[in-house]
């Protein structure tokens, strides 16, 4: 979450209302068929989970990439892998503040259709500091497909072709309608965390909800 205040002022401000669905449910069909909105290819954890978690993330935020090193490996292994969550990527680029973060998300949304969302996903991140400044990211963005063994050329392709421009924008679209205002933001259940909370707010919110849905 940017906040030129810092991160320490949000880290105790946890930001809850209850909306009526989730940031990928807004998405609405195209003229020629339903939206694919690739929701496999970025989800984690066993679909019959207890618990869904969208990840409203912008892969240039330091703040999104702060939550990645310090707080997903810890919701990885005690809630995705225990088959307590299943937690799902959702775009939502500030492009105002970030200008290589639609390029970015456009990246990882095509190698999703190449089955590396989450290798490219967890390259972007690590990389932050690396790409995140460059007037044209374009060239480093296409070797992410070879250091994940992928296809350069099919990325170059998509990315040429925007084939997953909409999808990104149906992302935006429907983070904002489910109340997203910033970046990282996480929507559990009606529930909005916002920013790049500890691993103990997290913690938190999703024992009280496992309870309730699991008794």
Request: proline fraction near 6%.
């Amino acid at each position: 979450m940017d906040r030129r205040t810092g991160l320490r002022a949000a880290v105790t401000a946890l930001a809850f209302s209850t909306l009526a669905a989730g940031p990928l449910a807004a998405q609405q069909p195209q003229a020629a068929g339903p939206v694919d909105d690739l929701r496999a290819e970025r989800t984690r954890g066993r679909d019959d989970a207890p618990v869904t978690m969208y990840e409203i993330s912008d892969f240039q935020c330091p703040f999104c990439g702060q939550f990645w090193r310090e707080t997903l490996p810890s919701i990885d292994r005690d809630y995705v892998a225990t088959g307590k969550l299943r937690l799902i990527f959702v775009n939502m680029p500030l492009t105002d503040l970030h200008p290589n973060a639609e390029p970015a998300a456009e990246v990882a949304m095509c190698m999703a259709r190449q089955h590396k969302f989450w290798q490219v996903h967890n390259l972007l991140f690590r990389t932050q500091d690396h790409w995140a400044d460059l007037k044209n990211p374009a060239p480093y963005f296409l070797t992410l497909a070879d250091s994940v063994h992928g296809s350069r050329s099919e990325l170059q392709a998509c990315l040429t072709t925007k084939a997953t421009r909409s999808l990104i924008e149906a992302d935006f679209d429907g983070s904002r309608r489910s109340g997203a205002t910033s970046t990282p933001t996480f929507y559990i259940e009606g529930t909005l965390i916002v920013g790049a909370q500890p691993f103990s707010v997290f913690k938190q919110v999703l024992d009280s909800i496992i309870a309730v849905k699991t008794k």
